[in-house]
């Protein structure tokens, strides 16, 4: 017995030894992993069972509609896509009208290289969350001091890979029936199928299936001609449109870093940089014969504004979630013929996920 209990215990200093090793080694990771787990467990702690919250009769009907429109996105995704089942989306969290999480992206200022994290076990990332502003904040200024193009955004949704069960927000209760299937759907798809370190895979599967979701959705519950549908199909026109001249704009933006002298200055690599992005921003009038002008040029006069003018991890966030479309579907259609439970079965033979439950 004495010596079960001497090798218990040098077994257990062992691993205190290893887990100080791998706090030493990891302690920047170790913080970030801290923050995170206290972000998710004050929104799991302040959630509601979705229950309780449709029998909450001071909860106006509006909203409660919308929630139950989450739970027939969901059973639709699960029953109609063949997406894993899972407890997401059974609880309820008031965000009180305040963002609660913010991404950073950032990239090389002359170079379309987005900036990588990497993290022990999930892998690595080219965006990075806070639940905590101030924190956010100062990582983004001491990007910038170390040259990197930065962009940040507050984020309505994201997914825990099944290994926490996510809530619904308040915020995307104000979405429209289009919108908030196709998040739900992309949310889902994340914890169906996610392969580690390859981020701008999962993401553009994950927007591929969530418009592809909400497209089948709307007909199913609504039909072909109704307005749910065409307003999502109008909006998805002009996104994918929108979104298209981006990416030909981002392979400029490349072209254009690639052929800079190692003979110019830096305020002359700022400039040609400058006056490139503007123009790709200036020719969005040429979109859809002015189709959707009032929106473009709406845009444009934002994004114009010396604040607010475009940077390259404006463009890295367009590579990451939509450089793929065009393949994912031109697979879907010409291989499978529409067939989108055989295309899923094929994508997760193909790539393994790192999910693990």
């Known amino acids: 017995m004495k010596k079960i209990l001497k090798a ?16 030493i080694f990891n302690f920047d ?53 063949g997406l894993n089942p899972s407890e997401n ?40 969350g806070h639940f905590e502003k101030s924190i956010a904040d100062d990582e983004l200024d001491e990007l910038k001091r170390q040259g990197y193009d930065t962009q940040l955004n507050e984020v309505s ?36 199928l996610f392969v580690k370190n390859n981020l701008e895979f999962n993401e553009n599967l994950a927007d591929f299936v969530g418009d592809y979701g909400a497209i089948r ?21 002009y996104n994918d449109a929108y979104s298209q001249h981006l990416l030909r704009g981002a392979k400029k933006l490349d072209s254009l870093y690639k052929n800079m002298s190692q003979k110019m200055t830096i305020q002359e690599k700022k400039r040609q940089k400058k006056d490139l992005i503007t123009e790709i921003i ?28 475009p940077n390259n991890a404006y463009f890295i966030g367009y590579l990451t979630y939509q450089s793929k479309q065009n393949q ?6 010409n291989s499978f013929k529409n067939d989108f439970n055989n295309y899923l079965i094929y994508l997760k033979n193909k790539y393994p996920s790192s999910i693990v439950f």
Do not use: C
């Open 217 to 237: 959705f709307l007909e199913s519950k609504y039909g072909k001609d109704s307005k749910e549908l065409k307003r999502y199909q109008f909006s998805k026109k």
């Open 328 to 333: 994912f579907k031109d697979e879907f259609v």
């Open 29 to 81: 990771s170790t913080v970030y992993a801290y923050r995170q787990a206290k972000g998710q467990v004050k929104i799991i702690l302040n959630t509601r069972p979705v229950e309780e919250v449709l029998a909450d009769k001071t909860f106006p009907d509006s909203l409660k509609s919308r929630i139950q429109l989450i739970q027939e996105i969901k059973k639709f995704a699960v029953d109609s896509l």
């Open 282 to 309: 200036n020719s969005t009038d040429t979109l859809l014969a002015g189709e959707f002008e009032k929106s473009l040029i709406n845009k444009k006069k934002w994004l114009l504004n010396d604040n607010n003018l």
């Open 89 to 128: 989306y059974t609880t309820f969290y008031d965000q009180q009208q305040k963002p609660i999480l913010w991404v950073i992206t950032a990239s090389e200022a002359f170079e379309l290289k987005a900036r990588k994290w990497h993290f022990p076990i999930i892998g690595t990332f080219s965006y990075k």
């Open 157 to 192: 949704a994201w997914s825990t890979l099944g290994y926490l069960k996510d809530p619904i927000l308040s915020s995307m209760l104000e979405k429209s029936e289009g919108r908030l299937a196709a998040l739900i759907i992309h949310e889902l798809t994340h914890g169906t």
């Open 8 to 23: 218990l215990k040098f077994t257990f200093i062992g691993l205190l030894i290893l887990l100080f090793v791998f706090i």
